[in-house]
């Protein structure tokens, strides 16, 4: 048979049922893409669109990233041995108890490969973190969507859905896209609530912005079935290198090392991060800085009478009539921010914190854009 039989069949006719109806995930646009389509000089592109670390990453994490360097001849610590018992020191938990992930995105999907598959459920927020819904389609598992309300989790409506099917029940405090975080005592309460056949979700990305976090590590030591993800993505600054960790009752760690792949983290990740979690300097002058920028942002919407949710991240989303078209004249302008409509918000964009100077011109050429459309 030759590739001109019509009998031959195509590579789509041998996929894995599901695969051809997956979503993808749609990234913000790197500065010089958008510098290249528009025609823009990449040193005048501000990228305000993927929750970033306006201040760059952390200098000590950096550092240890250049030594690394020297080595990348040999392969990293597979088991992330030193990384691990310095988070398990600053969790004040086991270090069998830490699992490191190739950003907390991997750990979501290491959670799928155990726990999800066909005839199975997973609960979340409609308007959270589209990974989860990405992971649980990717196995074959349906998920049972939560609306929120007042751009917030809904609790009670959450333990609602859960059935005898639910293997895994998604929650981000702060939630992206929205900004918000349910009270630290209700989120306890309800991990309290959940039923023994759930396996608890955490996500605790944005968690470092929080003055009053909620804290589950007593639950995760009455061994509840909880895990609770973070990433050095935001406010350390190492998005480019992505590592994430969780940290789970040490039964569920082991299921999900048995899934993981070898050498998952590389060994420039590794490092950064050691240093990294020690820069308690760093974290501070980013979250003084983000206080600060939430509040610049927040007045120049009001000033400019456009409706927003605050927030207590990295990023505000605020109402703009039509989101995919403001998202596109900005852009045009040389500033990226994120269009909110596959979380379906249409008519909102979101904008991560930047630098004063940059909330500035994001403010200036949202203001002139407004203005023009009021014309």
């Not at 501000?46 to 929750?51: D, G, T």
Request: net charge negative; charged share 20%.
């Amino acid at each position: 048979m030759n590739a001109t039989d019509s009998q031959e069949p195509s590579v789509a006719e041998l996929v894995r049922p599901g695969v051809l109806t997956q979503p993808v995930y749609e990234p913000g646009k790197p500065i010089d893409d958008v510098a290249r389509e528009l025609g823009l000089d990449p040193a005048t592109v501000l990228k305000l669109a993927s929750n970033e670390n306006p201040l760059g990453a952390s200098p000590a994490g950096v550092a240890a990233a250049q030594r690394a360097l020297r080595q990348i001849e040999l392969y990293p610590d597979g088991g992330a041995v030193r990384l691990r018992a310095r988070l398990a020191d600053h969790l004040g938990v086991a270090p069998g108890q830490v699992i490191v992930g190739n950003g907390s995105n991997e750990i979501l999907e290491l959670l799928g490969h155990v726990f999800l598959g066909p005839g199975v459920e997973a609960v979340m927020g409609e308007r959270a973190f589209a990974v989860y819904k990405l992971v649980t389609l990717l196995f074959g598992a349906t998920p049972v969507e939560v609306p929120l309300v007042d751009h917030r989790h809904d609790l009670d409506a959450l333990l609602a859905a859960i059935t005898e099917r639910t293997r895994l029940v998604f929650l981000p405090s702060p939630n992206n896209p929205t900004g918000t975080a349910n009270d630290a005592a209700d989120i306890v309460r309800f991990a309290r609530a959940l039923p023994p056949h759930v396996i608890f979700v955490f996500d605790e990305a944005y968690v470092e912005y929080l003055d009053d976090p909620a804290d589950l590590r007593p639950l995760i030591a009455e061994g509840r079935k909880i895990i609770c993800t973070r990433t050095f993505s935001k406010i350390y600054g190492l998005a480019g290198l992505r590592l994430g960790y969780g940290y789970a009752p040490a039964e569920l760690t082991a299921l999900l090392n048995r899934v993981r792949q070898p050498f998952n983290v590389n060994a420039v990740a590794l490092a950064a991060g050691e240093a990294a979690l020690e820069d308690a300097a760093w974290v501070e002058k980013s979250r003084e800085t983000n206080r600060a920028g939430l509040a610049q942002l927040a007045a120049g919407f009001e000033r400019l009478g456009l409706e927003y949710i605050p927030s207590v991240t990295n990023f505000v989303s605020v109402r703009v009539g039509d989101g995919a078209a403001m998202f596109k004249a900005l852009q045009a302008r040389g500033v990226i921010v994120r269009p909110m409509g596959g979380y379906g918000m249409p008519e909102w964009i979101r904008i991560s914190v930047g630098t004063r100077e940059q909330n500035a011109r994001v403010l200036g050429e949202l203001g002139a854009l407004v203005r023009g459309e009021a014309e």
